[in-house]
């Protein structure tokens, strides 16, 4: 498997999932455009990919939320790349909060922004070039999704809408040869959850205690995940797309969590 001659784009590359999957392509030769808000993990990343492999590794500091920030980011791949083949929306953030919460309404706009907005405006302006490439596109959701949960509105109505998303632009895109597709993880551990825990909390007792929810009595990994991305990313997926890949270790076969995650 090998993807040397391909231009790979990847939001939330700085940490995460969006990390892992761009160390993934970068071990398979690919040519990246890592896009993230956090210099300085950027260019750790940047620099880790650029170790794995003598492909191009181009990465921008871009504030995604902004619409106008997208079009620049896409036109600056494209002046240095001439092609995009793969997008992968992978940007996240969560926050806490039930309905009466004082910073609901702040808090929904920031999440839509960042984990659905931002695939949407990218890959908007990322469209044409996909299609002269016969590309894909793979957006991160989760299983929270298709979940009510306490707190987590926000959340899990920003991953719910990223299903659909994905959905209705494969249906627009499959007759132009792109696919797209949707990666859901389960409880995963990266800084997304870690940041809207309670400063009291024992992180590694939080993620010890809820190994007890998955039947493979395992969490989820970023590199599950990076592994289903390449896969959804090769022609062996040729004739997939408009569908939602779970990756959970299990949970959602036997729980629907009341709270997140």
């Not at 997926?237 to 959970?248: H, L, M, P, R």
Request: proline share 2%; glycine share 6%.
């Amino acid at each position: 498997m090998n993807f040397k001659s391909k231009v790979v784009v990847i939001t939330g590359a700085a940490s995460g999932i969006g990390k892992e999957i761009a160390i993934k392509f970068a071990k398979l030769s690919a040519n990246l455009s890592l896009l993230d808000i956090d210099l300085e993990n950027l260019k750790s990343v940047a620099e880790e990919c650029r170790n794995l492999s003598e492909s191009k590794v181009f990465p921008l500091v871009a504030d995604l939320g902004k619409s106008d920030n997208v079009k620049t980011v896409v036109d600056l791949i494209k002046q240095e790349f001439g092609k995009i083949d793969v997008l992968v929306n992978s940007a996240g953030i969560a926050r806490i909060g039930d309905i009466k919460c004082d910073d609901l309404l702040k808090d929904v706009d920031n999440v839509l922004n960042i984990n659905l907005i931002s695939g949407i405006t990218l890959t908007h302006y990322a469209a044409e070039a996909l299609i002269e490439s016969k590309g894909c596109i793979i957006n991160i959701a989760s299983i929270m999704a298709a979940k009510a949960g306490i707190g987590s509105l926000a959340y899990n109505v920003s991953k719910a809408a990223v299903l659909q998303f994905t959905k209705c632009v494969a249906l627009e895109l499959a007759d132009s040869g792109v696919r797209v597709n949707c990666i859901s993880p389960g409880s995963v551990k990266t800084n997304v959850l870690n940041n809207v825990l309670p400063p009291s909390e024992d992180f590694n007792k939080f993620w010890d205690d809820l190994i007890e929810d998955h039947p493979m009595r395992q969490l989820t990994t970023t590199e599950d995940i990076a592994h289903m991305a390449v896969f959804l990313a090769t022609d062996k997926a040729k004739s997939i797309t408009g569908c939602n890949y779970i990756v959970d270790s299990g949970k959602t076969l036997i729980k629907f969590a009341s709270h997140f995650p």
